[in-house]
């Protein structure tokens, strides 16, 4: 690799000339500095971003982990992130934990590995273990979408509990008395806060719990959407509505239902979750409840670089919770439906 002492070497120059021109232009006179530039060129020079931040003892670096990259929702709320964090002149670390607590682990030690400037999290580990863990290395993070137990950090998120409650009244207030949550894994808090709105609003409506039929999912995706609507048509009865617990299932149950030729929402209505782009654009636009992705990436970015540009004197954590919005469209427009 090309140093700083060869660019030096080339232009005839210090090191420290280099070095100024680097990162102080002003003190050094133009035609020294030009004669530096095109050392830089000519050798191809690119500054050691690992030296500069072992010297100013802190990275230019925040990272993300989020649980799927595969879903529109955390491309959205990255998007967010990472526009925080460029008017704040740093860049973004994109990973991906694939829902999977030791993949969260390792990509945690690796961030501590890199000495990142702080990381935001959606964490997979609802019991905290890894973030526990992760703590002792001094590094501030912040949570997005989800906190998890035992952790003391800044959170953004979004009321859970009242989106599952805003899509199964909206079912309820149609007529339906047979609803079928299809959540994912059991060990997400995001699922289980869903479908405790739910099971609120079933209750609100005089029903008992059992009204409400869950299904659940090893992963938040499309086939394993289609894999709970295979399961939905061999109910019997059939519910004559089915809510999501993400969008992406909500578009795999209906390309089930579609394909084995029940209509949307004549036969049964759909609700998914999140609003990502993909919803107003099914065969039939998906109801959804939607979360501000973009707008909890930027406020848990922000959080994180005021925590990070304090060096954490005087910082108090922040706890942000989001309102959800019921967002209608046809998938769950139909007559009353079925007692």
């Known amino acids: 690799m090309v140093g700083i002492k060869d660019v ?3 232009a005839g120059v210090s090191v420290g000339t280099v070095s100024n021109v680097i990162n102080r232009p002003g003190t050094v006179a133009e035609a020294t500095r030009e004669r530096v530039q095109a050392a830089i060129e000519d050798l191809g020079y690119v500054r050691s971003e690992s030296a500069r931040q072992l010297r100013a003892g802190r990275s230019r670096i925040i990272a993300l982990l989020v649980l799927d990259m595969a879903n529109p929702f955390f491309v959205d709320l990255a998007t967010g992130a990472e526009r925080a964090a460029r ?3 740093l860049g973004v670390m994109l990973c991906n934990s694939a829902q999977d607590p030791e993949e969260e682990a390792e990509y945690l030690g690796l961030f501590a590995e890199q000495r990142v400037r702080g990381v935001l999290v959606t964490p997979a580990d609802p019991e905290g273990h890894t973030l526990r863990a ?7 993070y912040v949570f997005v979408d989800r906190t998890a137990a035992g952790t003391d950090a800044c959170s953004v998120s979004v009321d859970d509990v009242e989106g599952g409650a805003l899509a199964a009244r909206h079912l309820l207030d149609a007529g339906h008395r047979s609803i079928v949550y299809v959540g994912g894994p059991a060990h997400l808090p995001q699922i289980e806060d869903r479908r405790t709105g739910a099971l609120a609003a079933v209750a609100e409506a005089g029903l008992p719990p059992d009204a409400l039929v869950r299904i659940d999912t090893e992963r938040l995706d499309v086939a394993s959407g ?5 399961r939905l048509l061999g109910m019997s009865p059939r519910p004559s509505a089915v809510f999501c617990a993400n969008d992406l299932l909500a578009l795999g149950v209906l390309q089930t239902l579609f394909a084995a030729g029940v209509s949307v929402p004549r036969d049964i209505a759909l609700v998914g979750y999140d609003d990502i782009e ?8 998906l109801t959804s409840v939607r979360q501000p992705a973009q707008r909890m990436g930027r406020l848990a970015a922000e959080l994180l670089i005021e925590e990070t540009n304090g060096a954490g004197e005087g910082h108090a954590h922040r706890h942000i919770v989001l309102r959800p919005e019921l967002v ?6 139909a007559p009353r439906g079925r007692p």
């Open 8 to 10: 030096a070497r080339r």
């Open 87 to 89: 008017e704040a002149d």
């Open 134 to 140: 992760f703590a002792r290395h001094g590094i501030p």
């Open 226 to 230: 289609r894999d709970a609507g295979a």
């Open 278 to 285: 993909f919803a107003a654009a099914a065969a039939v636009p």
């Open 328 to 333: 209608v469209r046809a998938s769950s427009l």
